[in-house]
T-cell receptor, first 113, second 112 residues
Framework: ETGVTQSPTHLIKTRGQQVTLRCSSQSGHNTVSWYQQALGQGPQFIFQYYREEENGRGNFPPRFSGLQFPNYSSELNVNALELDDSALYLC????????????FGEGSRLTVL | AQTVTQSQPEMSVQEAETVTLSCTYDTSENNYYLFWYKQPPSRQMILVIRQEAYKQQNATENRFSVNFQKAAKSFSLKISDSQLGDTAMYFCAFILDDKIIFGKGTRLHILP
């Protein structure tokens, strides 16, 4: 059974740039959710996708967008990067539309200069 | 709006001792879920234990158990016979409908 994998593990961008982060779900999972974890803080829910449709969103501006593909892998896109976007971005997969056990990846560490 | 509060930023206990991590939350809803997640230094978060709000019985998973007090909106985690591998950040999480809210976490150190 393959776990949740995220790429890249680390990246550095400058203010105003755009970034795409990728996530491969655990085998058999059809739901993916994304989180932003600032240093020393708990994860903040960005959004969740179930079968390629967004079915939940946290308090993040529209410049945070996502996609889920037919194979249930997912992308998180962030446009017009700001310094405060520097954080660890976590992806989690789960099975079904309702909240079940989340299986997390190790995250992508984004630094915005 | 729902909130989750973990009032203990950091705790240290000796190996084999019992430790309790506190979590309180605020909601006017009746049906929701509560979780405890563990984030070891390697960063990958894993589920420790979950509780459905409609269940009065406290959840237990081996050395981990919760004290769920719905009226008080409290959801504490008890770790019995603590082990060095329990050293991690612990996050309490509240789930309602299509949103999940995590607390700020408690950093737990298990001392040899």
């Amino acid at each position: 059974e393959t776990g949740v994998t995220q790429s890249p593990t680390h990246l550095i961008k400058t203010r105003g740039q755009q970034v795409t982060l990728r996530c491969s779900s655990q085998s058999g999972h059809n739901t993916v959710s994304w989180y932003q974890q600032a240093l020393g803080q708990g994860p903040q829910f960005i959004f969740q996708y179930y079968r390629e449709e967004e079915n939940g969103r946290g308090n993040f501006p529209p410049r945070f967008s996502g996609l889920q593909f037919p194979n249930y892998s997912s992308e998180l896109n962030v446009n017009a990067l700001e310094l405060d976007d520097s954080a660890l971005y976590l992806c989690a997969s789960s099975l079904g539309q309702s909240w079940g056990e989340l299986f997390f990846g190790e995250g992508s560490r984004l630094t915005v200069l | 709006a729902q909130t989750v509060t973990q009032s203990q930023p950091e705790m240290s206990v000796q190996e084999a001792e019992t430790v309790t991590l506190s979590c309180t939350y605020d909601t006017s809803e009746n049906n929701y879920y509560l979780f405890w997640y563990k984030q070891p230094p390697s960063r990958q978060m894993i589920l420790v234990i979950r509780q459905e709000a409609y269940k009065q019985q406290n959840a237990t998973e081996n050395r981990f158990s919760v004290n769920f007090q719905k009226a008080a909106k409290s959801f504490s985690l008890k770790i019995s016979d603590s082990q060095l591998g329990d050293t991690a950040m612990y996050f309490c999480a509240f789930i309602l409908d299509d949103k999940i809210i995590f607390g700020k976490g408690t950093r737990l150190h298990i001392l040899p």
